[in-house]
């Protein structure tokens, strides 16, 4: 078979497609044993794709406004799990709620990209990419944070997802691993194409390091415990696409796994310490509130399946869910919200610090909107991440200025948070 032409070739990886088989793949981390501090931190970003309402993810029921505005969505303050005096969480997020009672999750209530177009494409691509500027790049800051680190210390990303997004596109390789069927054991179909590429210099090395992440993937699918709900009852075992959309039990129990799964691979021998998964659903244009009680609740369980699957490794994990922008401050016609600028940014972990929220709270006045509509941002993205890959991952601090996120320098790297 080693003569097949190419759409023959093409037609056996799409087969391999079908079944579940991944064909993007994981670097091999060099000395991946060594044992320092730094070795062994973890970061996972978890991108909610859509414009994720952030007055509902930390409802500021303590300003005067917010009620106000936010009429027949608002989150009423008896409802709201409380943070402080001004903030609490949505309802649904009490595993995060949980973490935070334990100083191991805060929120960053007024934060944005420097995109301000309100555009889906241009928003994620400004977030993804880590530039001021829309397509300034095709490579990701995720990628070029791996970039900057020392042979020694770099490890390969990896990617919950069918293609691997911007975030982790660059020069050092990401792994992509979406859930999906798994291939029979006695199936012929790996061998075969082990055979039809062993002699490819580029296909071959591939190929066998594809095998290797679904390796890795069978191992953190069956290592870890199995997700349990608050009435001690066994959850069923599905594994999910990483969506939004799935409510009720099954959708929970769904995305606990996917969690635990991810957290799976990052606890295993060599495995990536840097990952990112996508969450979508998130454009509440009508009828807001039953889809982001279900939204949050999913968005709950995948990092309650995070915690509990990273086990001892939290302590050294930070974990950060961000979106491309937030939503209008007023609820619109359809009892939902449109397009806005700032959103939260959850941050958790057992690395993190306990303390407050991180930046500023702009709060809801008429005077204090954006552009009379949208919270206003106080904080830009790239200065949290810059303070996270810094102070977490040991990124140089020049290399965040010059290479990770370039002609950057007005956002400021927020420091102190691990």
């Not at 973490?99 to 007024?110: D, E």
């Not at 590429?197 to 580029?202: G, I, R, V």
């Not at 979508?280 to 709950?300: E, F, K, M, P």
Request: charged share 20%; aromatic share 4%.
């Amino acid at each position: 078979m080693t003569d097949l032409p190419m759409m023959n070739r093409r037609r056996v990886l799409a087969s391999a497609a079908g079944l579940g088989l991944s064909v993007t793949f994981l670097g091999r981390p060099a000395l991946a044993g060594t044992d320092s501090a730094l070795d062994k931190r973890k970061l996972i970003v978890v991108i909610c794709r859509g414009g994720m309402d952030g007055l509902s993810v930390s409802p500021p029921v303590g300003d005067r406004d917010y009620e106000g505005l936010r009429r027949g969505i608002a989150v009423k303050p008896e409802d709201g799990l409380k943070l402080d005096g001004t903030f609490s969480l949505h309802p649904a997020l009490t595993s995060v709620h949980a973490l935070a009672l334990k100083g191991q999750a805060r929120i960053a209530p007024a934060v944005a990209s420097p995109d301000r177009a309100r555009s889906h494409f241009e928003a994620q691509d400004v977030l993804e990419s880590g530039s001021a500027q829309v397509y300034a790049t095709t490579s990701g800051w995720l990628n070029r944070a791996l970039e900057t680190l020392p042979a020694s210390r770099r490890a390969g990303g990896l990617y919950v997802g069918a293609t691997t997004p911007l975030i982790l596109r660059g020069k050092v390789q990401a792994a992509s691993w979406s859930p999906g069927k798994g291939v029979d054991e006695i199936a012929r179909l790996p061998t075969l194409l082990q055979d039809l590429y062993k002699t490819d210099p580029l296909m071959g090395p591939a190929f066998a390091r594809g095998l290797e992440t679904e390796s890795m993937a069978q191992v953190a699918m069956t290592a870890m415990p199995p997700p349990v709900e608050k009435d001690g009852m066994a959850a069923s075992g599905m594994m999910a696409q990483p969506a939004a959309g799935r409510g009720g039990r099954e959708g929970r129990d769904a995305a606990r796994k996917l969690g635990a799964t991810l957290a799976g691979f990052m606890v295993q021998d060599g495995g990536p310490r840097i990952a990112a998964i996508s969450l979508d659903g998130w454009d509440t244009h009508a009828g807001q509130v039953g889809q982001i009680n279900t939204r949050l609740a999913y968005l709950d369980a995948v990092l309650s399946g995070l915690n509990t699957g990273l086990g001892d490794e939290w302590k050294n994990t930070v974990v950060v869910t961000v979106t491309e922008f937030g939503r209008t401050a007023g609820v619109n016609g359809t009892s939902g919200t449109d397009h806005g600028t700032a959103s939260t940014a959850l941050v958790l972990g057992g690395a993190l610090k306990p303390g407050g929220i991180i930046g500023d709270w702009p709060g809801l006045s008429q005077i204090a909107l954006y552009e009379n509509r949208d919270l206003a941002p106080t904080l830009d993205m790239r200065g949290l991440f810059k303070g996270l890959l810094g102070d977490h991952m040991g990124v140089d601090r020049a290399a965040l200025e010059t290479k990770v996120f370039p002609n950057s320098a007005e956002a400021r790297a927020v420091t102190g948070l691990v």
